[in-house]
């Protein structure tokens, strides 16, 4: 399972009006698991950036005056995302800028939704935690995300946070899966061969200690918090 966590920033906040997109941050996970492949590129837009969204990203038009433009990038970014799962917070803003990239380029590049599937966070946290703040910055506080370096927002970044959040608001756990195809089989082969239970021997029953109770209490706490009160251990227990 291949998906993508993307992010933009942008001149301003409306693409009918001209505004362009000026960087691109794409983290790549694989089988819930991040992996060494990202992509990250700088765009010249052509145009002036609105002070008002250079006070969100810090990025200044004259800093971008020696980037590629998004054509000279299109081929690769397309075939980065190519038959993924795109994950984007606040979907609808990113792919409207992406697909005016693609018209610009031309009726045959078609939209970003004719290479890959895209899922909203944000219209998934809203799902999970109604009536509450469902921002990134809101949500890595809510899942125990660590954004103490994001003082301005950046694309690259920002996808990596999204990345942490998503994992943790869908699950989490993914380091419970055995880590390569050796241990997966020999997993599989336990549980095919396991041993006969012997009906004469008498099972013997150890009881935890106080603080290994207290421990599973806290473990339960942090999983209850993580899962935004969806830990499944807690309702077996009422």
């Given at each position: 399972?291949?998906?993508?966590v993307?992010?933009?920033?942008?001149?301003g906040l409306?693409?009918?009006?001209?505004?362009?997109?000026?960087?691109i941050?794409?983290?790549?996970?694989?089988?819930?698991r991040?992996?060494?492949?990202?992509?990250h590129?700088?765009?010249?837009?052509?145009?002036?950036?609105?002070?008002?969204?250079?006070?969100?990203?810090?990025?200044?038009t004259?800093?971008?005056?020696?980037?590629?433009?998004?054509?000279?990038?299109?081929?690769?970014?397309?075939?980065f995302?190519?038959?993924?799962?795109?994950?984007?917070?606040n979907?609808?803003?990113?792919?409207?800028?992406?697909?005016?990239?693609l018209?610009r380029?031309?009726?045959d590049?078609?939209?970003?939704?004719?290479?890959?599937?895209?899922?909203?966070?944000l219209?998934?946290?809203?799902e999970?935690?109604?009536?509450?703040?469902?921002?990134?910055?809101a949500?890595?506080?809510?899942y125990?995300?660590?954004?103490?370096?994001?003082?301005?927002h950046?694309?690259?970044?920002?996808?990596?946070?999204?990345?942490?959040?998503?994992?943790?608001?869908?699950?989490?756990?993914?380091?419970?899966?055995?880590d390569?195809?050796?241990?997966?089989?020999?997993?599989?082969?336990?549980?095919?061969?396991?041993?006969?239970?012997?009906r004469?021997a008498?099972l013997?029953?150890?009881?935890?200690?106080?603080?290994?109770l207290?421990?599973?209490?806290?473990?339960?706490?942090?999983?209850?918090?993580?899962?935004?009160?969806?830990?499944?251990?807690?309702?077996?227990?009422?």
């Amino acid at each position: 399972m291949r998906q993508v966590v993307l992010d933009t920033e942008t001149t301003g906040l409306d693409p009918t009006q001209g505004h362009r997109i000026i960087e691109i941050g794409c983290i790549e996970l694989s089988n819930r698991r991040k992996t060494d492949r990202f992509l990250h590129q700088y765009l010249n837009p052509e145009r002036d950036i609105e002070e008002g969204a250079s006070d969100v990203h810090g990025i200044r038009t004259a800093d971008l005056a020696d980037k590629p433009l998004f054509r000279d990038v299109a081929s690769a970014f397309i075939e980065f995302v190519r038959g993924s799962e795109v994950i984007i917070h606040n979907a609808p803003f990113d792919v409207e800028f992406i697909d005016m990239e693609l018209r610009r380029l031309g009726a045959d590049w078609g939209s970003l939704q004719d290479y890959c599937a895209v899922t909203d966070t944000l219209a998934l946290a809203r799902e999970l935690h109604p009536g509450q703040k469902n921002s990134l910055d809101a949500l890595c506080t809510r899942y125990g995300v660590d954004n103490s370096e994001r003082d301005l927002h950046g694309a690259l970044l920002d996808a990596d946070l999204l990345a942490e959040v998503y994992l943790a608001m869908t699950g989490g756990q993914a380091s419970l899966h055995l880590d390569d195809s050796k241990g997966a089989a020999a997993g599989a082969q336990q549980l095919s061969r396991p041993r006969p239970l012997l009906r004469s021997a008498r099972l013997r029953t150890v009881r935890p200690a106080p603080e290994e109770l207290a421990a599973h209490e806290r473990r339960l706490e942090d999983i209850e918090r993580l899962s935004g009160g969806r830990c499944i251990w807690r309702r077996l227990g009422e």
